[in-house]
């Protein structure tokens, strides 16, 4: 045993393995046990849970700075924010393309703000990617191939007849009903807030909407994706 099996783990790694994200996290387990190393999730590459709170400061300080100054300097000081910590988290030891995520969708909003000179725009992208997100994840299931499930059979290799098992068919059907769900109501809310012009309340909305409903839907990911295992490959024929 060397002086590295006794090393600590850093403790970003220790906060993110027990919150599942991706429905790949189900699977981390039996790849640690195959390779001896932990199956990296999104999560871990995004910078951990507290990726998710830098994503919403830039957010927090241009809706703060447009309470008091012109939408220019607004612009400039939530680019700048996105920026300080982009630089902070690399500093971190954070891989460059996790700490510079945050900073890339505050740059884009910025941008559709200083082309449209509307503050509220600067949640446009955001809404838009949740109509799609609806679109995709909605459609999939009245397509009977639900997108979890196709996921899980292409993690899995691509050569399982999980269509053809009703009990994985419904359980992938409720998880992708799961994400069609938080993408619909993250459109329908924030496009209401909108037409409204409510730019602080679509700040809030924003984090209110985010993390917490990511989590949850990717629960119910999770335990799809565990269902299918058990019933198409830890199960003999």
Same mark, same amino acid.
């Given at each position: 045993?060397t ?27 039996? @790849? ?10 999104? &999560? ?13 400061l ?10 008091? &100054?012109?939408?220019?300097?607004t ?14 988290r ?18 884009? @909003?910025?941008g ?72 619909g109501?993250?459109f329908v809310?924030?496009e ?30 999770v ?15």
């Open positions: 045993m002086v590295q099996d006794h090393a600590p783990h850093r403790i970003d790694d220790v906060a993110t393995r027990p919150i599942p994200v991706v429905p790949a996290a189900a699977d981390a387990a039996d @790849a640690t046990a195959a390779t001896g190393q932990p199956k990296p999730t999104l &999560l871990d590459q995004m910078g951990g849970p507290m990726g998710f709170v830098y994503s919403t830039p957010v927090v300080v241009f809706v703060t700075a447009n309470a008091f &100054l012109s939408l220019s300097l612009i400039a000081i939530a680019v700048g924010s996105g920026l300080a910590l982009t630089v902070f690399t500093v971190r030891g954070e891989k460059l393309t996790a700490a510079a995520g945050s900073l890339a969708g505050v740059a884009v @909003a910025a559709v703000v200083a082309w449209t000179g509307s503050a509220k725009d600067f949640f446009l992208i955001g809404i838009w990617a949740a109509a799609a997100g609806f679109l995709v994840t909605f459609g999939s299931v009245l397509a009977r191939r639900p997108l979890s499930g196709l996921v899980w059979n292409a993690v899995h290799g691509g050569t399982h007849d999980w269509r053809g098992d009703r009990t994985v068919l419904r359980a992938h059907d409720v998880a992708t009903l799961a994400a069609a769900a938080v993408f109501a993250r809310v924030k209401w807030l909108y037409l409204a012009d409510s730019t602080t309340w679509l700040a809030i909305t924003k984090v209110a909407m985010g993390t917490p409903l990511t989590v949850l839907a990717a629960l119910v990911v335990w799809a994706f565990r269902r299918s295992t058990k019933q198409l490959i830890d199960t003999p024929a």
